[in-house]
Nanobody
Framework: QVQLVESGGGLVQAGGSLRLSCAAS????????MGWFRQAPGKEREFVAA????????YYTNSMKGRFTISRDNAKNTVYLQMNSLEPEDTAVYSC?????????????????????WGQGTQVTVSS
């Protein structure tokens, strides 16, 4: 079992930045590919970014590439999502997830069904 706890969400003005963290406990964190997803009210869950166990493979949704950066610190069992130039459309609950696929393809990394463990999520609200 892996437990995931997100933090770092909050209210920010458009153009601002936030850094989300996802702390993992349980089995070996470095074995997992980690992903970030988000879900806005009334919308389906949306892939944001993923990073493989080594950090060698990183994937982003095109609309977020250049604004969001995913990273991980295996020594701290934590994955991060740095979000810059935030827009009101980025308002959502952001959740991290873990999958045992160590080097997934882009298609696999973007599919919620690929992930075995999920955190509870953290709310990000961007005001205009």
């Amino acid at each position: 079992q892996v437990q995931l706890v997100e933090s770092g969400g909050g209210l920010v003005q458009a153009g601002g930045s936030l850094r989300l963290s996802c702390a993992a406990s349980g089995r070996t964190f470095s074995s997992y590919t980690m992903g970030w997803f988000r879900q806005a009210p009334g919308k389906e869950r949306e892939f944001v970014a993923a990073i493989s166990w080594s950090g060698e493979n990183i994937y982003y949704t095109n609309s977020m590439k250049g604004r969001f950066t995913i990273s991980r610190d295996n020594a701290k069992n934590t994955v991060y999502l740095q979000m810059n130039s935030l827009e009101p459309e980025d308002t959502a609950v952001y959740s991290c997830a873990a999958t045992t696929y160590r080097a997934p393809t882009a298609t696999m990394a973007q599919a919620p069904s690929s992930y075995d463990y999920w955190g509870q999520g953290t709310q990000v609200t961007v005001s205009s």
